[in-house]
């Protein structure tokens, strides 16, 4: 029986209507105080059960003499419910659709405090980067290809993501910090230009971005973290000194993709 109760509350149900359910399953028609005593659960809310499961199909009733009797219907019009549930998600998932960009647009509006988030691990950067993937527009960064190929646990997610950006197809402006020079390492996205600084005059590490609204910044030293700030303002001014590195790395190699 404890199963069985544990498996219907997988399907939604509540621990209370699963006892209810159950009782009456393996009572066959019954009184309500019948119902109630089998389930555990007080006659109240026995019967504020038994009516949520008439309305839904699952259950009946009748009189038997001046007696009324409560009968769960046959087991698969769960599945019955279980489509409905699926039908109503769906129209829901459409609606929610229709407005979210009109939430979106609330969400990055202009005169809004900036919106600071902090992930940390493989999993938290892979969500920052899912998010640098959905925001439009090009972009500028810079990063440490040292730091970037020193976390191997990281790999498998950095190719999902470059393989996003490929499909996107973005225009962007790169700088690389290395040691040496050598653009073979740097996976190749097209649609963009790659500039080089050399790891011995610019020791940075880490890896920070602009796109639209939104800063991306992200270490990974000591352990993997990552910050996103929304804003125009901050946005902007660190849209400018990436672009003050870029004409400042104009005497370095670049490459255009």
Same mark, same amino acid.
């Given at each position: 029986?404890?199963?069985?109760?544990?498996?219907l509350?997988?399907?939604?149900?509540?621990?209370?209507?699963?006892?209810?359910?159950?009782?009456? !399953?393996? %009572? =066959?028609?019954?009184?309500?105080?019948?119902?109630?005593?089998? @389930?555990?659960?007080?006659?109240?809310?026995?019967? /504020?059960? +038994?009516?949520?499961?008439?309305?839904?199909?699952?259950?009946? &009733?009748?009189?038997?003499?001046?007696?009324?009797y409560?009968?769960?219907?046959?087991?698969?019009?769960?599945? @019955?419910?279980?489509? !409905? #549930?699926?039908?109503?998600?769906?129209?829901?998932?459409?609606?929610?659709?229709?407005? %979210?960009? #009109?939430?979106?647009? /609330? $969400?990055?509006?202009?005169?809004?405090?900036?919106? +600071?988030?902090?992930?940390? =691990?493989?999993?938290?950067?892979?969500?920052?980067?899912?998010?640098?993937?959905? &925001?439009?527009?090009?972009?500028?960064?810079?990063? @440490?290809?040292?730091?970037?190929?020193?976390?191997?646990?990281?790999?498998?997610?950095?190719?999902?993501?470059?393989?996003?950006?490929?499909?996107?197809?973005?225009? $962007?402006?790169?700088?690389?910090?290395?040691?040496?020079?050598?653009?073979?390492?740097?996976?190749?996205?097209?649609? =963009?230009?790659?500039?080089? %600084?050399?790891?011995d005059?610019?020791? %940075?590490?880490?890896?920070?971005?602009?796109? =639209?609204?939104?800063?991306?910044? $992200? @270490?990974?030293?000591? #352990?993997?973290?990552? /910050?996103?700030?929304?804003?125009?303002?901050?946005?902007?001014?660190?849209?400018?000194?990436?672009?003050?590195a870029?004409?400042?790395?104009?005497?370095?190699?670049?490459?255009?993709r």
């Amino acid at each position: 029986m404890e199963d069985l109760v544990h498996e219907l509350m997988h399907l939604g149900f509540s621990d209370k209507e699963a006892a209810v359910y159950f009782a009456a !399953l393996s %009572l =066959g028609p019954a009184a309500a105080q019948d119902i109630a005593r089998r @389930s555990g659960i007080n006659r109240a809310t026995t019967y /504020v059960l +038994i009516d949520s499961f008439i309305k839904k199909g699952l259950m009946s &009733t009748f009189l038997k003499g001046k007696k009324k009797y409560f009968n769960i219907e046959a087991p698969d019009r769960l599945l @019955s419910l279980i489509h !409905l #549930q699926k039908h109503e998600l769906e129209e829901r998932e459409k609606s929610f659709l229709l407005f %979210l960009p #009109q939430l979106l647009a /609330v $969400y990055h509006s202009e005169g809004v405090k900036p919106q +600071i988030r902090y992930l940390e =691990g493989v999993e938290g950067i892979s969500s920052l980067m899912k998010l640098f993937e959905e &925001t439009p527009g090009e972009f500028i960064e810079f990063v @440490s290809i040292d730091d970037v190929e020193k976390v191997r646990g990281f790999f498998q997610h950095r190719t999902k993501h470059l393989e996003n950006l490929r499909q996107h197809q973005a225009t $962007y402006r790169l700088l690389a910090v290395m040691k040496d020079l050598d653009f073979s390492r740097i996976p190749f996205v097209p649609g =963009g230009e790659v500039g080089f %600084l050399s790891v011995d005059k610019f020791p %940075l590490h880490g890896d920070i971005s602009v796109r =639209g609204n939104t800063v991306f910044m $992200y @270490s990974f030293q000591e #352990q993997m973290i990552g /910050v996103i700030i929304t804003s125009s303002d901050f946005a902007n001014t660190i849209r400018q000194l990436l672009n003050l590195a870029w004409e400042g790395a104009a005497s370095y190699p670049a490459e255009k993709r």
